[in-house]
């Protein structure tokens, strides 16, 4: 068999050239730390590792989407937070305001500071975020909610909602009209069972009981004393007190039963024999916003006009407080409830991460110590082919002519 000098070029090129794709291929994993470099460096372990690529993506957006919704809510928590505190220390300088020992320059000056505080809770209804939006604005977070004590809502009532899993969303905010606006309470009189001619007057109604249970009042005729009836009233817990009723009379029914409400009224005409009416707590069909509640408060204690029967909603002050903060205390229980949900949920994601993050490290990270031992070995296969072919390519008659 003859073998050219041509081939023996050819072969001792060809083989350099294998050895110095195959040292350059390993210095790349070397120098990149990762197996797979390319598709074709293992097809079954790119197209897997690509798959766990896509899913550490989708679970690392998760995650910071917990992060954005963990800090809004944060924000909202923490302006719940102050608001139910400027509340109850309104409370508290309301019921001091409402006792009689006080005069009405004392009642001025507890007006002045319920008046800054309520200029207080109105700040925390306008406020911001970390990224400048208002918290309770709804979808319109460039919009501030509230432009005064006595302005109207300017928001909507959308709630922005976050993905932070697989069919898992969490709200982020909530409307400034679900926290700072509540239905006011009012006394509620039922006529319907009335055929006689009567009128009930509220002269005293509670500050404290933000409801009570209905009661039913029925008159029976005295026939022994025309002009007089019996008095029955009785409430849905089936307590029951019966006494003779005089047009005029003023009633006090907690004196008459101390489980009655604290609620005086004066009932006057002529009720037919059998006639029945009833009195309960019910609350608006319409909302309020608490800073308008308090600024009526305030402008009552500064005229001394704190009465069951002078302006609107003096005399159900403390039960429309009550529920406004009722109703922020339940709105920052809300609030808990989704970081709870957000914290534990993330607990979960950083789990799915790490071991995703380790599935993608065992199919596409270098061995280093294999990596190492391979190239060395290229590296002195490859300086032996070049010190072999630099003794062939010698090897020729004309040298020994």
Known sequence: MRISTTQIFDQNLSAMLEQQANLAKTQNQVSSGKRITRPSDDPVGAVRALNLQRELNITEQYLANATIATNKLQSEESSLKSAADILQRVRELAVQGLNDSNTQDDRKAIAVEIRQLNQQLLSLANGRD?????????????TQPYDGIFGSYQGDEGQRNLQISTGVTVATNDPGSAVFETPVADTRIDLAGVTGAITVDIVGDSNVDSTFAPLTFGFAEDLLNPGTFDLTITDTDGNTVTLPYQAGDTLDLTEL?????????????????????????SLSATTQPVFQTISHFADALE???????????????????????????????????????????????????????????????????????????????????????????????????
Not at 258 to 274: I, K, V
Not at 309 to 320: A, H, K, Q, R, V
Not at 351 to 368: G, H, P, R, T
């Open 303 to 401: 005229n001394d006009a704190v009465g069951p029967n002078d302006s609107p909603n003096n005399g159900l002050f403390l039960s429309n407080l009550s529920a406004a903060l009722d109703n922020i205390v339940d709105k920052r229980a809300q609030v808990g409830g989704r970081l709870n949900a957000i914290e534990q949920q993330t607990a979960v994601n950083d789990a799915v991460s790490f071991s995703l993050k380790s599935s993608i490290s065992e199919i596409s990270d270098l061995d280093y110590a294999e990596a190492i031992t391979r190239l060395t070995k290229e590296v002195t296969s490859l300086q032996a082919a070049q010190q072999t072919f630099a003794q062939v390519q010698n090897l020729s008659l004309f040298n020994f002519i």
């Open 257 to 281: 039963n101390g489980e009655f409400p604290n609620l005086s009224l004066r009932l006057d005409g002529a009720p037919n024999d059998g006639d029945a009416l009833t009195i309960e707590r």
């Open 130 to 142: 970390s990224n400048g939006d208002f918290v309770f604005a709804g979808f319109a977070n460039s």
